[in-house]
T-cell receptor
């Protein structure tokens, strides 16, 4: 089955710890994205990558880091520098037109 | 600076009637627009899209209208059904420029009542 897989669905971390969210796609899409959703704020772009070994900051990149070593993988690291990390994180991939999303990861930092 | 805006956070419509969701954008370089539907704790699902060379695109109960001079697009759902109750996001990108950045609006919560 082709699609995008985000894991885990729920993630809990202590404040001050870095955490990495996984995103894998088997759609052979070049572009991949990370968004964050907070209540009443829609989907805000964290980072995106148009091709392997290349990525650009989105609108709220501070406190996050990414890598794109393989076409099918685009992991997101939430660092201790991110002041409000608790949120719903969505990964997407795209080839020219519509983007396809994973099911999301709910990160809770306590 | 919010380049894609959905000024109505919520909309309530009776079953069988038309739902009209609106979206405005500020970046004149945007040339491809999309609508997504989202349920809580799930990823958005693609509904319909439109290129800037068109002013209308239709797919079943869903029609998207684009007014480039006003930098405005709308999604019409006819007839509305209870299963349409969800958050709807519009999104925009610069396809011809080769850019892949995809910018979303803040969403509109649609409630279709019986």
């Amino acid at each position: 089955d082709g699609g995008i897989t985000q894991s885990p669905k729920y993630l809990f971390r202590k404040e001050g710890q870095n955490v990495t969210l996984s995103c894998e796609q088997n759609l052979n899409h070049d572009a991949m994205y990370w968004y964050r959703q907070d209540p009443g704020q829609g989907l805000r772009l964290i980072y995106y990558s148009q091709i392997v070994n290349d990525f650009q900051k989105g609108d709220i990149a501070e406190g996050y880091s990414v890598s794109r070593e393989k076409k099918e993988s685009f992991p997101l690291t939430v660092t201790s520098a991110q002041k409000n990390p608790t949120a719903f994180y969505l990964c997407a991939s795209r080839q020219h037109t519509e983007a396809f999303f994973g099911q999301g990861t709910r990160l809770t930092v306590v | 600076d919010q380049q894609v805006k959905q000024n109505s956070p919520s909309l309530s419509v009776q079953e069988g009637r038309i739902s009209i969701l609106n979206c405005d954008y500020t970046n004149s370089m945007f040339d491809y627009f999309l609508w997504y539907k989202k349920y809580p704790a799930e990823g958005p699902t693609f509904l319909i899209s439109i290129s800037s060379i068109k002013d209308k695109n239709e797919d079943g109960r869903f029609t998207v209208f684009l007014n480039k001079s006003a930098k405005h697009l709308s999604l019409h759902i006819v007839p509305s059904q209870p299963g349409d109750s969800a958050v709807y996001f519009c999104a925009a990108s610069e396809l011809t420029g080769g850019g892949n950045k995809l910018t979303f609006g803040t969403g509109t919560q649609l409630k279709v009542e019986l």
